[in-house]
């Protein structure tokens, strides 16, 4: 099944490494017209030193007027991919102020903000459209038969994510009278350079894969894969939903 997004203007957030930068060069390969968004310039002069025809914008989504300024000078997209997101991690005991509003802000707030502002722009053209929400494993349960059901030290960055599945649902509720289709994928630990870091520890690896029934973590190309096909028209009545990409993980 080939895809093409030939005349298709994108829009991928977070594009600058790892999931994202992967989604941006895949859409360039598939025919796109790539907007790679980062808030690391760095990231983005290695991505169109690469990828000459990408355009980068530099921007933290974080700042939620400044991101909106620059957003709206962009002009139309046919689709967007949601990726942006920090990974920080806490024990609930230690979780601080702080770092709960900046996760917050990152993973959450500039989603309904970049969603905001692209897709009244499709809706404004009648001409539809198609949204990716990045999300995580950690937002789901394990199974029902399972003794354990929340990932250690990921307090704030699961309920960001679980209130990315939530946004997701209510967004592909309201904007798929205008034929705008909205998705999440849920992906299991991903071997980018920062979950290889992450992920090192033979022991803390070996606790997570007994719990993948194919025995391994994902690669960056499995999220890839899966993103570009729900963006795509071969998904036109898939809407609303949130894939897991996990291995089996959560089939327990």
């Known amino acids: 099944m080939e895809i093409s997004f030939k005349n298709k203007r994108v829009l991928v957030t977070g594009a600058g490494q790892g999931i994202g930068r992967g989604i941006a060069v895949e859409l360039w390969r598939a025919g796109a017209e790539v907007v790679a968004i980062s808030r690391t310039k760095s990231y983005l002069d290695s991505l169109q030193k690469e990828y000459p025809s990408i355009t980068t914008v530099a921007l933290d989504l974080a700042n939620w007027d400044e991101s909106r300024k620059v957003l709206e000078t962009l002009g139309h997209f046919d689709c967007l991919v949601n990726n942006a997101a920090l990974g920080l991690t806490e024990d609930f005991l230690t979780t601080t102020s702080d770092n709960f509003d900046l996760l917050m802000n990152v993973n959450v707030k500039s989603v309904l903000n970049v969603s905001q502002v692209i897709a009244k722009k499709m809706i404004d053209a009648k001409s539809g459209g198609s949204i990716v929400n990045i999300s995580s494993q950690a937002s789901k349960h394990y199974g029902h038969f399972c003794k354990q059901a929340a990932l250690w030290g990921h307090v704030t960055y ?75 028209d071969k998904a036109s009545m898939i809407n609303g939903v949130e894939l897991p990409i996990d291995g089996g993980f959560l089939a327990c």
Not at 179 to 208: C, F, Y
């Open 158 to 232: 699961s309920a960001t994510k679980g209130a990315i599945d939530a946004m997701t649902r209510v967004m592909a509720l309201e904007l798929g009278p205008h034929n705008i289709r909205v998705n999440a994928v849920n992906p299991t630990v991903i071997m980018t350079e920062m979950g290889r870091l992450g992920w090192s520890d033979p022991q803390k690896a070996q606790g997570m894969l007994s719990k993948i029934p194919l025995g391994r973590f994902g690669e960056v190309s499995e999220v890839v894969n899966a993103v570009c096909f729900l963006l795509s």
